[in-house]
């Protein structure tokens, strides 16, 4: 028998797997995110962006307008029911601890049952009627204004001034009401506060100034708070504040807005009485009203949120396909060298250019949020201007 020899096959070197994954980071990856990178500043590559597969330029357009809608989504959600307690409160801090007293000596039982504020115990319009020209609960402070009386004459060369003896009177004013409609259907509380409160001439009572004293307005369904300085002068009826809630939240059923003045929102005693630290214990209750206006007004702030970004959403989103669609009629004319883009190569091109205008607007709005939905529609407009006149211009030889 005739020796067979093994024959051993060559091995052939094969790419690894890593080897692989650099030659598709190298080939693909690297050189897109680098393309896209170059379009954040030059408008160029975001022309030359029309030819590439229609994803890129969709997910760069979507990515801007969550980046632009940021700011709005934190300033939605970061709002908070409670934030009217914040300084300054203008003493409402002190008028809402004195008014929880109040219902809880007159035995007036505010009670949120099924979602609703009723009146049990004694009944509010008998505990506060004649107060103004409908029942309602007055805080009021008395304090000394010392007037210096002068009498100006005078002769051929001068003025004199002739003080008197200063006066000194004790006056009082009402800072804070509070209206309870009960089974007033006739209004809501916003619409009471504006139309009746807001829109009234004089209260009836000479100490309770409309223009200058803060209020709560309390329906069985809700509630809302204007903030006033109080004070007489110029822009004295301004308001400072306002904040509203209802009282569907879950966490205040069985909620008496009496029984703040003796118990927190969780129930427990508070630490300190009235009688023995009257500042540490408004401090106390001034938190437990806090709480209430913050679970009060949770889901109000919650839908309005989702609302208002669902708007600016819609006006980025509209923004951005109009601005593609102006980027199309100004390659239009017969002469125009542009005229072989269509519709869809200039909504990738406004897609492409849409990132780095929506990183500034985000930026800015942060710093100015009074002006932040503007920013997105300056910037990336201007943008777009800047890309007709340097990328997108006709040039004609002679």
Same mark, same amino acid.
């Given at each position: ?11 052939? &070197? ?90 809880? %000596? ?25 107060? %103004? ?49 009960? &089974?007033?259907? =006739? ?7 504006? =139309? ?33 300085? &109080? ?17 569907? &939240? ?7 807005? $009496? ?30 009203? =806090? ?18 970004? $669902? ?58 949020? %009074? ?26 030889? %002679?």
């Amino acid at each position: 028998m005739s020796n067979k020899k093994k024959i051993k096959a060559k091995k052939v &070197n094969n790419p690894t797997k890593s080897s692989k994954k650099t030659n598709v980071w190298k080939a693909r990856i690297w050189p897109a995110i680098l393309f896209w990178l170059k379009t954040w500043v030059s408008n160029d590559y975001c022309v030359e962006g029309r030819k590439k597969k229609w994803y890129a330029p969709v997910g760069i357009a979507i990515l801007s307008v969550i980046i632009a809608l940021i700011p709005f989504t934190v300033t939605s959600f970061t709002q908070s029911g409670g934030a009217i307690l914040n300084s300054p409160t203008y003493g409402l801090n002190t008028a809402l601890a004195d008014f929880s007293r109040d219902l809880e %000596a007159k035995g007036v039982e505010l009670v949120v049952k099924d979602g609703e504020l009723v009146n049990e115990g004694t009944s509010w319009d008998e505990a506060y009627e004649g107060n %103004a020209w409908r029942p309602v609960y007055l805080h009021s402070y008395t304090h000394t204004v010392v007037d210096i009386p002068t009498v100006e004459t005078s002769n051929s060369s001068s003025v004199i001034i002739d003080e008197k003896p200063p006066v000194a009177e004790t006056v009082t004013t009402v800072d804070f009401a509070v209206y309870y409609l009960g &089974n007033d259907v =006739q209004y809501t509380a916003q619409e009471f506060a504006v =139309q009746v409160v807001l829109d009234r001439a004089t209260s009836g009572n000479e100490n309770y100034n409309l223009k200058t004293t803060s209020f709560m307005v309390l329906s069985k369904e809700a509630y809302v708070i204007y903030l006033r300085p &109080n004070y007489d002068g110029e822009n004295s009826n301004a308001v400072r504040g306002s904040a509203t809630g209802e009282w569907n &939240n879950p966490s205040l059923e069985g909620l008496s807005l $009496g029984k703040i003045a003796v118990r927190d929102f969780e129930g427990g005693a508070y630490p300190v009485s009235y009688e023995d630290n009257p500042r540490e214990y408004v401090t106390e209750v001034s938190a437990t009203w =806090q709480k209430v206006f913050t679970e009060a007004a949770y889901y109000t702030l919650l839908i309005s949120g989702f609302t208002w970004i $669902g708007i600016y959403a819609a006006i980025f989103v509209a923004l951005t396909f109009i601005l593609g669609l102006t980027v199309f009629l100004m390659t239009r004319g017969k002469r125009n060298p542009f005229n072989s883009y269509t519709f869809w190569d200039g909504q990738k091109i406004a897609y492409w250019a849409s990132f780095s205008p929506s990183v500034l607007a985000m930026i800015a709005s942060f710093l100015i949020p %009074a002006w932040g939905i503007l920013f997105y529609i300056f910037l990336f407009g201007m943008r777009i201007m800047w890309m007709s006149m340097k990328s997108l211009r006709p040039t004609y030889n %002679a």
